[in-house]
């Protein structure tokens, strides 16, 4: 596939030289550099779909979808799911972690009290070979056709955040490492993200499309600042209610007889309800610099 050809590291915008790492590469590399959102963007059946308020707005045909990062969560969560996953459902996980290390202290009976020790974090623990607390990060993101428009989040799967590259595709820290080994901050480019098309469920690829120009870099630095972009970071979940519990044996309820009318009539069984169904390289500029050091990862 080959870098995209309006993407030269070598010619680095004057506000990319920053000559520092920011937090955003940081967030996005795992920590391997050294020195809530009500719209997002899923990637549901292998299709980038924009949605809005947990509804479906428009999909998009292409294979790719061309982004600026504005923000990310700077840590990597897990989430744990006691039943398994029904289409349809929203639920919140039985136990939930937002910097991957301790369970929420909003959690009533969290699985374990350390994330890496937890039970649940063994391969085995979950369907075949996977364990059965997932590791996620939460990005928040522009279109790159539409800098000025909202904020949206993204969700990465394990799959689309660990693993090593592979010629040019690379899964999100991989990504990040290698825009940090030549100083370049992940938020001064836009970034084209693309489908692993042997992968048997959706997974991305992250390659970096063209360097912004100076006004679109003032304003995804503002948006990365939002309220909105910090929402679409943000790891919380709200806590499910539990049955209320009343003291006392439940009162046995009078038999009432039915009314009915002086020629009674056939009904028909009641209807029911069917559930609710609930780009190529742009404009271009230059980069900042980064720590020069890139330390491994273990991929989990």
Known sequence: MGEIANFNPAKTPAFAKKGEVSTL????????????????????????RLMAD???????????????????????????YASQYVEGETKSPDCWSADGDTPDASIDEPQHSNCAS??????????????????????????????????????????????????????LQAYARYLAAQNINPETLVTRLRFDT??????LFFQPARWLEDEEYEVTVAKGASVEAKNAVAVTFSKAEKPLALEGKKPSLPKLKPMVAEEEAEVDEPEKRKPAVKANAVPQKKAGSLAATVSEWDDE
């Open 25 to 48: 590469a940081k967030s996005l590399a795992g920590g391997g550099i050294n020195t809530g959102s009500s719209k997002r963007i899923s990637i549901k059946g292998g299709v980038f």
């Open 54 to 80: 947990g509804k479906e707005i428009t999909s998009i045909d292409d294979r790719h979808l061309d982004v600026v990062i504005v923000n990310a969560a700077p840590k990597i969560s897990r989430t744990f």
């Open 118 to 171: 937890c039970p649940m974090n063994v391969k085995g623990s979950g369907q075949g070979d996977s364990k059965a607390c997932r590791f996620s990060q939460r990005l928040a993101v522009v279109l790159a056709n539409d800098i000025e428009g909202d904020v949206m989040q993204l969700t990465l799967a394990a799959t689309s955040i660990f693993g090593k590259e592979e010629g040019d595709k690379r899964p």
């Open 198 to 203: 042997k992968a048997a469920v959706p997974k």
